[in-house]
């Protein structure tokens, strides 16, 4: 059964940096065509995809945040960390992480799996 | 970025009714579309991938279907835990994009 968990501050000052940690079971990051991905949800708004890290240590990230964001995985312990710097009012929101699915049979990706989510909050 | 409309932003609908929702691409993902559930507090849902496969353990009355731009969720028969609000997301380009949602009401 694979399961993930987000944790980290439930509070940041602006200009600080996040540091999000999403530790997982029932799968591993060594295995071929796994990824590790994080998706936000602003309050009453629309998810938004971050980041995402695969088996083989390629990353994405989002075009709008690329600059701001930086992903590691350590294998060993079965976590993968963001961190997002310059933290911003606006950044305040729900962090989900989640497990992406590659299906072999059909070649589709999704993310099958979530985390419960952390909320953020950005605020002096 | 491809950018994803679904429409309606909100429908409100009767248990036992059926519910239409469509996702809206602006350029062609071809079936590299998938659909979530989400509900406040929890964590979203895997509905369909590929446009049209049902995930592990979703139950018949979701049906997916499309391909290139045009993609719709079909829920045949609303049961009381269906209403929530329901995402599309491309995984056809980088980045990775979601719609803005659908949010199904009871009436």
């Known amino acids: 059964q694979i399961t993930l968990k987000e944790s980290g501050p439930t509070l940041v000052k602006p200009t600080q940096t996040l540091t999000l940690t999403c530790t997982f079971s029932?799968?591993?990051?060594?295995?071929?065509?796994?990824?590790v991905g994080w998706i936000r949800q602003p309050p009453g708004k629309a998810l938004e995809w971050l980041a995402l890290?695969?088996?083989?240590?390629?990353?994405q990230y989002s075009p709008s945040l690329k600059s701001r964001l930086t992903m590691s995985k350590d294998t060993s312990k079965n976590q993968v960390v963001l961190t997002m710097t310059n933290m911003d009012p606006v950044d305040t929101a729900t962090y989900f992480c989640?497990?992406?699915?590659?299906?072999?049979?059909?070649?589709?990706?999704?993310?099958?799996?979530w985390g419960p989510g952390t909320m953020v909050t950005v605020s002096s | 970025e491809i950018v994803l409309t679904q429409s309606p932003a909100t429908m409100s609908l009767s248990p036992g009714e059926r519910a239409t929702l469509s996702c809206r691409a602006s350029?062609?993902?071809?079936?590299?579309l998938a659909w979530y559930q989400h509900k406040p507090g929890q964590a979203p849902r895997l509905l369909i991938f590929?446009?049209?496969k049902r995930a592990t353990g979703i139950p018949a009355r979701f049906s997916g279907s499309g391909s290139g731009t045009v993609f719709t969720l079909t829920i045949s028969s609303l049961e009381p835990d269906d209403f929530a609000i329901y995402y599309c997301?491309?995984?056809?380009?980088?980045?990775?994009?979601f719609g803005q949602g659908t949010r199904l009401d009871i009436k």
């Open positions: 890290i695969y088996w083989d240590g390629e990353e």
């Open positions: 989640a497990h992406e699915l590659y299906d072999i049979m059909t070649g589709f990706n999704s993310f099958d799996i």
């Open positions: 350029q062609s993902v071809s079936t590299f």
């Open positions: 590929g446009a049209s």
């Open positions: 997301q491309q995984r056809s380009n980088w980045p990775i994009t």
């Open positions: 029932g799968f591993s990051l060594r295995s071929r065509e796994v990824g």
